[in-house]
């Protein structure tokens, strides 16, 4: 039981390039998610999917797009990369949040690391 | 959405009970209390959580005030490996998927 992956691991960009981050987890979650992580700062969201077919954004959004391909991958797409978006990202899943089973725990995985020069 | 406050960093002697303080004063009736942790450069690890009452697994316990204005995560019996940042975390109301990770609290065991 893998969890959540990520591809890359490690991944360096020239400015205005572009590239997809893959995430994909086989825990049957309905909801997927993408953070980045700053130097000595918290996660920032960027954006969610709630479920299949469905994404919004977080907190952090300008300069990425996602496609939510199916329920198991969730992709962040940087069009044109920048300085600023060097960083760790982080995709995470969690289960379905109904009123009955309201708190579904955040399983992550373990980064891709983007630098941007 | 209730905001949390940690403080940055602390120190614990290992094989004594680390004990991590939350303040999350603005908590709504409906939101839970999260802990996560981040080992060096590793994806964060879910702790425990829990609504009002005290909550215990295997790894902590979790107490919340009878306010629900604070928590505390006791770590009972710190190890090296329990040196990380731990991050507490309110849920936001049902429907909203947003959660937001302040910069938590870097903890230091002490050999």
């Known amino acids: 039981n893998a969890g959540v992956t990520q591809t890359p691991k490690f991944q360096v960009l020239k400015t205005g390039q572009s590239m997809t981050l893959q995430c994909a987890q086989d825990?049957?979650?309905?909801?997927m998610y993408w953070y980045r992580q700053d130097p000595g700062m918290g996660l920032r969201l960027i954006y969610y999917s709630a479920s299949e077919g469905t994404t919004d954004k977080g907190e952090v959004p300008n300069g990425y797009n996602v496609s939510r391909l199916n329920k198991r991958e969730f992709s962040l797409r940087l069009e044109s990369a920048a300085p600023s978006q060097t960083s760790v990202y982080f995709c995470?899943?969690?289960?379905?949040?109904?009123?009955?089973?309201?708190?579904?725990?955040?399983?992550f995985g373990n980064g891709t690391r983007l630098t941007v020069t | 959405d209730a905001k949390t406050t940690q403080p940055p960093s602390m120190d614990c002697a290992e094989g004594r009970a680390a004990n991590l303080p939350c303040n999350h004063s603005t908590i709504s009736g409906n939101e839970y209390v999260y802990w996560y942790r981040q080992i060096h450069s590793q994806g964060p690890q879910y702790i425990i959580h829990?609504?009002?009452n005290n909550e215990t697994n295997e790894m902590a316990s979790l107490i919340i005030t009878e306010d629900r204005k604070s928590s505390t995560l006791i770590l009972p019996h710190a190890t090296l490996r329990d040196t990380a940042v731990y991050y507490c975390?309110?849920?936001?109301?049902?429907?909203?998927?947003?959660?937001?990770f302040g910069t938590g609290t870097r903890l230091t065991i002490i050999p």
């Open positions: 995470a899943s969690s289960g379905d949040r109904t009123r009955s089973s309201y708190n579904s725990p955040l399983h």
């Open positions: 975390i309110v849920r936001e109301d049902f429907g909203n998927e947003k959660l937001t």
């Open positions: 825990m049957n979650h309905n909801s």
């Open positions: 829990g609504l009002k």
